[in-house]
């Protein structure tokens, strides 16, 4: 058994608290990105960041169809960019 605040288990398998490894990855960039251009005064734009456009920094093949992974990553970036950008 693992705590909930653990990101990794010990077999080395993600603890996906988002709901997949798209989600959780997204999550974890967005908020950078969101705080990042807050603090340079850049206008609001998620896409001006590669990692939102490519949505598939993390991926493995063990995660299924990338394009699921892309689209729950993108989701997740979103929400942690926004919750970010707009404080």
């Known amino acids: 058994r693992t705590s909930g605040d653990d990101a990794r288990r010990p077999s080395g398998r993600t603890d996906f608290r988002f709901g997949s490894a798209g989600a959780e990855a997204g ?3 967005g908020p950078l990105k ?3 251009d807050a603090e340079d005064g850049d206008d609001y734009d998620p896409n001006r960041h590669s990692w939102y456009r490519s949505a598939d920094r993390g991926y493995e093949d063990r995660y299924g169809a990338r394009d699921d992974y892309r689209a729950d990553y993108r ?3 979103l929400d942690g ?3 970010t950008y707009r404080r």
């Open 75 to 77: 989701r997740a970036f």
């Open 34 to 36: 969101g705080r990042e």
């Open 27 to 29: 999550y974890r960039d």
């Open 81 to 83: 960019y926004n919750e």
